[in-house]
């Protein structure tokens, strides 16, 4: 928890010096509009802004709830209510494999965290873990999830031996290899580049029948990257992305690095996607579950 509150540093410093207790010292229409302002900047999003801010000043005016430090907890469990997700946050692992597929947009952080959750779920939970290597379209996708698959140390399928290197061959070879290696986990790393021939959706729909066709019911997690520091665009992102993909969790990346960090609510709010895991860091161990009251109390104190 300490580590998470250092690392959502940035996003506290949005808030700026606002959402300490000193911001309550004196209650009028200043209080609200500064309150109201810091949100707005991280990204929390107008409706959840709005009524938040409500929320609290009509518990200070006619509640009567005037105490500094009372006001702060109260906000603190406002913005945990807000950010709590909406649906199931976990991720089922009692298949035999649990497949899961990755998706996101280039750049968003979906290489990195593929390689922290295989770590964590190799080292920390005693998984067998099998990556597969299905953004074929870019030489150094496949490099650098080989080498997130070494310092995890599982095994990383790139081609089906012998044969085929597109991705729909690969997702397939992976969940294939999975099953005969015992795993208990297999993660496929999915396409992210946003315009090429053929259409990303199109293709990431293909990969998921190829592996429901390996395995029945497969894939059982279908997690999508948004990087937090694009704020709200990372929020249209996944609203095109779930359009086209039954997308059953979202990993939020770079918290750590980021003012937007508000987003996490925007999503609880305006999506029906819970956010799963969070990225607050570089380092393999840097991927954390969601936790809403962790996260709001991060930001506030
Ligand atoms: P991909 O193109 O979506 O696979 O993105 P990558 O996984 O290659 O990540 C892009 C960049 O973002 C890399 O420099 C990563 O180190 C960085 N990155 C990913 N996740 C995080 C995070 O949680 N925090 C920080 N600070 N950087 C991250």
Do not use: Y
């Amino acid at each position: 928890f300490k580590r998470l509150r250092q690392n959502l540093k940035k996003t506290r410093d949005a808030l700026g010096a606002e959402l300490t207790q000193t911001l309550f010292d004196t209650l009028d229409d200043e209080t609200w509009e500064r309150l109201e302002e810091a949100l707005i900047m991280a990204d929390v999003g107008a409706k959840a802004t709005a009524e938040i801010v409500g929320r609290l000043e009509t518990e200070a005016t006619t509640g009567g709830m005037t105490d500094p430090a009372a006001l702060q907890d109260r906000l603190t469990e406002l913005l945990a209510e807000a950010a709590r997700p909406t649906g199931d946050a976990t991720i089922d692992l009692r298949h035999g494999p649990t497949v899961i597929m990755v998706c996101g947009v280039n750049g968003t952080g979906k290489t990195t965290s593929i390689g922290k959750l295989a770590h964590t779920l190799a080292t920390q939970l005693g998984q067998k873990v099998v990556l597969g290597a299905a953004d074929t379209f870019r030489a150094a996708a496949v490099e650098q999830l080989q080498i997130w698959g070494e310092r995890a140390g599982v095994e990383v399928v790139a081609a089906v031996p012998g044969g085929a290197s597109d991705p729909a061959s690969v997702a397939f070879e992976a969940v294939r290899r999975g099953r005969e290696a015992g795993a208990d986990v297999v993660i496929v790393d999915t396409a992210g580049r946003l315009h090429t021939q053929l259409p990303l959706m199109e293709e990431l729909a293909k990969v998921r029948r190829v592996i429901e066709k390996q395995l029945p019911g497969a894939p059982h997690e279908i997690l999508l990257t948004v990087d937090s520091t694009t704020g709200q665009n990372g929020l249209r992102q996944a609203q095109e992305f779930s359009q086209a993909a039954p997308v059953t969790g979202i990993v939020l990346t770079k918290l750590d690095g980021s003012a937007k960090g508000g987003i996490a609510i925007a999503i609880a709010q305006e999506l029906s996607i819970p956010v799963k895991l969070i990225g607050i860091g570089e380092a393999l161990e840097d991927l954390r579950p969601f936790d809403a009251d962790d996260f709001a109390s991060a930001l506030v104190r």
